[in-house]
């Protein structure tokens, strides 16, 4: 009984990479419906490309109480970001935003979405290339579904851009945290964009 106690996680190692990124992953896992720790304060999930970038746009929008990045929209559990770059996972790279709505509308964060990327580029930003950098608004309530659908139809007829949007909303699904080097990784480093000079 011992032995295969013993035995059981070394597999698992094997199978998985490190003990750590399981435990790192699994320890920072949230699901769709979960509450935020405040009542008051709602859940936006959006894909646009690489999130470092994203992220910062979004830090920087009063009322935003707390943002995080991850990955979603995949069918593979404990993702690590080399597994997601891969493609093979089916994850999106995106921010998740915790907002307060007396301060900052969710239709505001559509905007900010919105201007962050190129939405008509398809399974890519810039020099970043695969489904995992692909657009995608992540919605938690039918409220926040028929918001993301009527500024993607606005947008579109708006002719801000000279392609078609090609912007998916889906229902939101596990968030899996990213490892805490890709958090707020432009601030740390002094950067303002992912494709400056640093990067």
């Known amino acids: 009984m011992v032995a295969a106690l013993v035995a ?3 597999m698992l190692r094997a199978l998985r990479g490190t003990a750590r990124e399981m435990t790192m ?5 949230e699901q ?3 509450a935020a720790d405040d009542r008051h304060i709602e859940t936006a999930t959006f894909g646009a490309g690489c999130f470092w970038g994203v ?3 979004f830090r920087k929008v009063e009322g935003v109480v707390e943002t995080a990045v991850g990955y979603s929209g995949g069918h593979y559990d404990n993702p690590t970001y080399s597994d997601v770059c891969t493609g093979r996972t089916g994850h999106a790279e995106v921010v998740r935003v915790r907002f307060d ?8 964060l559509l905007e900010v979405f919105w201007r962050a990327h190129d939405p008509t580029q398809l399974n890519r930003q810039g020099p970043d290339v695969g489904s995992q950098y692909r657009s995608v608004i992540f919605y938690h309530s039918p409220e926040q579904q028929a918001a993301a659908q009527a500024s993607k139809e606005a947008i579109d007829e ?4 000279p392609r078609p949007i090609v912007t998916s909303i889906e229902p939101a699904r596990t968030f899996w945290r990213a490892e805490e080097y890709h958090q707020q990784y432009l601030e740390k480093r002094g950067a303002a964009s992912c494709h400056g000079g640093l990067l």
């Open 8 to 10: 059981a996680p070394l």
């Open 101 to 108: 709505p007396e301060k900052v509308s969710y239709e505001a």
């Open 55 to 57: 992220e910062a746009a």
């Open 158 to 161: 708006s002719r801000r851009h």
């Open 32 to 34: 769709p419906g979960r």
């Open 25 to 29: 992953a699994r320890s920072q896992v």
